[in-house]
């Protein structure tokens, strides 16, 4: 009789629906990798900051990767739960990616052509949300402004 094989699986917690539990975090693999968070931390805060792009889990692995400092997803997707709750980066909600954090209270302008990101100041639009929230006695737990549409060189370029 065969053995069953269990398979880790779990739900990316960012929402985005894919696999966090990859086949690579099992045995020596996982052990290769082993940082501490701090460390962790800090590889996944330099992808994030060195990108001129939102990114996602995947492609802060791979950036990693390329620097010769490999990180699994799951280790990742740890790091930056732990790098929003302390509010050092922000999720781009409509790619399930992330950027660092710049400016309480911005928009992300984000470019569907180049898919750069800028984040700018937007003070009066989280009041007029904030305002309208209450008016409807909504318990707003999450914010993300972001407007989708083509940055200046883009447009431009075309
Ligand atoms: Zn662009």
């Known amino acids: 009789m065969a053995h069953r094989v269990r398979r880790y699986t779990a739900l990316c917690p960012m929402h985005c629906g894919l696999d966090a539990g ?9 052990r290769k990798l082993r940082r ?4 962790v931390d800090a590889l996944v805060l330099s992808a994030i900051t ?5 990114l ?7 950036s990693s990767s390329n620097l010769g400092q490999p990180l699994v997803p799951v280790q990742v997707y740890r790091s930056v739960a732990r790098l929003l709750k302390r509010g050092e980066i922000e999720r781009i909600a409509s790619s399930s990616a992330f950027v660092r954090a710049q400016i309480k209270h911005s928009i992300h302008l984000l470019c569907a052509d180049c898919g750069s990101c800028e ?11 904030t305002k ?26 075309s």
Do not use: I, W
């Open 119 to 129: 984040t700018v100041a937007a003070k009066q639009a989280h009041q007029v949300v």
């Open 56 to 62: 996602t889990v995947y492609a802060v692995a791979q």
């Open 22 to 30: 990859s086949e690579t975090m099992r045995g020596k693999e996982s």
């Open 132 to 157: 309208l929230c209450l008016e409807k006695d909504f318990d707003a737990r999450e914010r993300h402004l972001e407007v989708s549409g083509h940055c200046g060189r883009c447009n431009v370029d």
């Open 36 to 39: 501490s968070a701090k460390v």
């Open 50 to 54: 060195d990108s001129s792009k939102p």
